[in-house]
């Protein structure tokens, strides 16, 4: 989901920019955020469990969350595996949890094998917070934030269609089968495209989430089916690995590319020409959200089981105007 940054470069930027105390074990990815030194001796300590550390749209919830947590007075962390993988990442919940913050802040990696974990850390009276998915039993968290992923994936789907004047046929990159987010947001793509009857679905391949396998599948099948003419990447590493692959099939501006989520590297294609259009989500609300449902939690006050999180739809026509650039993933807090 990368000019590709290295996860150590990502993490040192971000590190930079919000300010860090220690990492966690072998956590590549971490960083802090609080008060003066007075307050910070008595703040409430949360910790923000990313799906995945060297992620724009995750370090762009960091940022969201340390703005609003310095406001706040709160001692705010952030950490998370180098990998998409539930055993690191539960590894990582269960040595915040003994660090006994008073909430936690998560995106999980897998909406079931991360229930028994955070089952734990409900047990221990940490309250769970989800960012961008909740678990498959909703009563381990207290609230999640998100965007709705079929109606993100409708707009992907509605914009395609307008960009091949409703002809033509299409396919989409998806991390793995089975995952809800990215399931969600093709199903979405493909109720967008249903209504353009010119426009065939040719189907989704599965990259592991991976650039490199991303650009390798979208290069030989556009190589290979000449009558490709657009791709969905259904996250950041499948739609930069679509650019990447079909620039090296010679085929830029013929297969047009509608992707969700950004990236440096993305943002860059879209004004080159290299991609046409990106569904963008609003993850430095996310982190912000967060932060303030916490406060809520603590107060007794009541918060939402979920709270819906807002996106737009960047073209190259639109990117620089104000109402677009505040929803732009980043890599270091400002």
Not at 91 to 103: E, W
């Given at each position: 989901m990368r000019k590709r940054l290295s996860v150590a470069a990502a993490a040192t930027l971000l590190l930079?920019?919000?300010?860090?105390?220690?990492?966690t074990g072998s956590t590549p990815a971490a960083g802090s955020a609080s008060g003066s030194a007075t307050a910070a001796a008595k703040a409430r300590k949360v910790v923000y469990i990313q799906g995945m550390s060297g992620i724009p749209f995750y370090q762009t919830v960091a940022c969201g969350a340390a703005e609003e947590a310095k406001a706040a007075g709160v001692d705010f962390s952030y950490q998370g595996a180098s990998e998409w993988d539930v055993a690191k990442q539960t590894?990582?919940?269960?040595?915040?949890?003994?660090?006994?913050?008073?909430?936690i802040m998560i995106s999980v990696t897998d909406t079931k094998a991360m229930t028994a974990p955070l089952v734990k850390a409900k047990a221990a009276g940490i309250p769970i917070i989800g960012i961008d998915d909740t678990l498959v039993d909703t009563s381990v968290m207290k609230t999640y934030i998100q965007s709705d992923s079929i109606a993100g994936g409708k707009l992907a789907g509605e914009k395609m269609g307008q960009l091949l004047g409703g002809k033509g046929a299409v396919m989409a990159l998806n991390n793995e089968p089975g995952t809800p987010i990215g399931d969600a947001r093709v199903e979405g793509f493909k109720q967008g495209i249903a209504e353009f009857p010119g426009i065939t679905f040719i189907g989704v391949q599965y990259t592991q989430n991976g650039v490199d396998k991303a650009a390798n599948i979208a290069s030989t099948t556009a190589g290979a089916n000449g009558k490709l003419t657009g791709i969905f990447g259904v996250t950041t590493n499948n739609t930069q690995g679509a650019v990447t692959g079909v620039r090296e099939a010679k085929k830029t501006g013929q297969i047009k590319i509608v992707g969700y989520d950004t990236s440096d590297p993305i943002v860059q294609a879209l004004r080159d020409g290299g991609a046409d259009a990106l569904v963008v989500q609003y993850p430095f609300g996310e982190g912000k959200a967060g932060i303030q449902s916490a406060e809520k939690i603590w107060k007794g006050e009541p918060v939402d089981a979920k709270q819906s999180s807002p996106f737009v739809v960047a073209t190259k026509d639109n990117l620089d105007t104000p109402d677009v650039q505040k929803y732009l993933y980043k890599m270091t807090c400002s």
């Open positions: 930079a920019a919000c300010g860090s105390t220690s990492s590894q990582i919940v269960d040595a915040v949890v003994a660090g006994k913050p008073d909430a």
